[in-house]
Structure formats: structure tokens, C-alpha cells
């Protein structure tokens, strides 16, 4: 049998590739990127921050995911 309970280390790996999504959000549409492939972008991003928020605290324990909740409003 296969443990599945993930480790401190895959979960903070999985944080900060959330809040790298974040950051790109916030950064906000390069200038040389089109508007249909920012478009794109903007949405993969969202969609993937919400499978983080719905992860909750239950996977995330005492780490803060209002920046999440903010970057997707």
C-alpha cells in the first residue's frame, strides 16, 4: 500500500507554486505577451488556485490562503 498522506516538504512545494500563480496574477499582462495567450494564462492560473483553495486548511493546515482567494476574485 501506497502512502498518500503528502510530506511538509510536497506541501510547501505546492504552496509556493500556488503563490507563484499569485504573483503572476498580481504582475499583471506582460507587455509582449497577446491578449488572447494573457486570457489563457489568467484562466489555467485561476483554475489552478481554486483546486488549492478547495484543498483547504484540512491539506494546508495553519498556511495563509487569502492570497489565493484574493488573486481569484
Not at 498522506?5 to 506582460?30: C, F, H, W
Not at 495567450?37 to 492560473?45: E, L, S, T
Request: charged share 25%; proline share 4%.
Amino acid at each position: 500500500m501506497i502512502d498518500s498522506t503528502p510530506t511538509a516538504e510536497e506541501i510547501q512545494r505546492n504552496y509556493n507554486a500556488a503563490m507563484d500563480s499569485v504573483n503572476l496574477l498580481n504582475a499583471g499582462k506582460p507587455e509582449l505577451m497577446s491578449d488572447e495567450d494573457w486570457a489563457d494564462c489568467v484562466k489555467r492560473n485561476k483554475e489552478h488556485l481554486e483546486l488549492q483553495i478547495a484543498k483547504g486548511s484540512e491539506y494546508y493546515g495553519t498556511l495563509d490562503l487569502t492570497p489565493f482567494q484574493n488573486a481569484v476574485k
